[in-house]
């Protein structure tokens, strides 16, 4: 009996190496996320369309920077897209539990997001800066000292505010008196005109923008400025993506090559920001 069933399991085994052998190779490994869109003709991605003129929504639809070059990494793929508009805080959570196939709007690099997201080039410049109400007597970002300042929650200069409020009271300074965080900067802005808060950081692009659109409203006030900090904005894919992200980088920078991200910069912001190749991000990025 032992024998037999020696027997049988070999005869098993051998049929079983057979059927694998007529099956496609390719079966054997798990699909990436690239060749799933490739496969299926449809990309699915995340942005915030609440961030202008980064994504913003006009008449219905999602436009802005970051869109139209979305529209080129769309056309480049050659599928469909989809894409969906949700809250800044679902966003990074969302493309790690797999509900889109990545992020089309602007994450700012840090240290702590480089070790859990694969980031793409960068598409801007994302220079930490405050501004403040038309008029106001501020001069630089040092004179928020017992100033009420506001940011967007879980956003990447959350952080940045926070520090600069400890590096304030570390130079003898009093710090801030609040920070106060928005679910999106567009509630920020609202805040800063009604005078429940006294200046709002932000990436320079986006508040070079809103304080040109808005002259008698808002002006710029100075640059946040603290050591070692990473000041670019990019999309990022899930980790194990980096084929995606490495399609989308190429995209970026077929675009700056030809001109054509740089078009982009003057017709949403009105000046020009330089994409490196290298050095955006820290030491341990994916």
């Not at 529209?71 to 969302?94: F, H, M, R």
């Not at 130079?171 to 609202?190: P, Q």
């Not at 805040?191 to 200046?199: C, H, K, P, R, W």
């Not at 670019?232 to 030809?258: C, H, K, N, Q």
């Amino acid at each position: 009996m032992p024998h037999d069933v020696t027997r049988r399991q070999f005869a098993l085994l051998a049929a079983g190496a057979a059927l694998a052998g007529l099956l496609p190779a390719r079966l054997a490994f798990a699909e990436t996320t690239l060749e799933k869109i490739r496969r299926t003709g449809k990309v699915t991605v995340g942005t915030e369309a609440a961030f202008p003129p980064f994504e913003f929504v006009e008449d219905g639809k999602i436009v802005g920077y970051g869109s139209d070059i979305l529209a080129e990494v769309v056309k480049a793929l050659g599928v469909e897209v989809e894409q969906l508009d949700l809250p800044w805080q679902g966003i990074l959570p969302g493309v790690l539990a797999g509900k889109f196939d990545f992020v089309a709007t602007t994450v700012g690099i840090n240290e702590e997001r480089a070790k859990r997201y694969a980031y793409t080039l960068p598409i801007a410049d994302g220079q930490p800066y405050a501004a403040k109400r038309k008029g106001d007597a501020m001069t630089a970002a040092a004179d928020l000292n017992g100033k009420v300042v506001a940011t967007q929650l879980a956003s990447s200069t959350e952080p940045v505010a926070k520090a600069y409020d400890e590096k304030l009271k570390a130079e003898g300074g009093e710090g801030f008196s609040e920070l106060k965080l928005f679910t999106a900067f567009t509630e920020a802005y609202v805040a800063l005109a009604n005078g429940e808060v006294d200046a709002v950081i932000q990436s320079l692009p986006a508040l070079a923008v809103l304080a040109k659109d808005q002259p008698d409203t808002f002006e710029l006030l100075g640059p946040v400025e603290l050591p070692g900090a990473f000041t670019y904005l990019a999309w990022v894919t899930r980790p194990e993506d980096t084929d995606l992200r490495d399609f989308i980088s190429g995209v970026i920078r077929d675009m700056r090559g030809d001109g054509r991200l740089y078009a982009l910069q003057e017709k949403w912001f009105g000046f020009r920001m330089e994409i490196p190749d290298e050095g955006y991000l820290p030491p341990g990025a994916v």
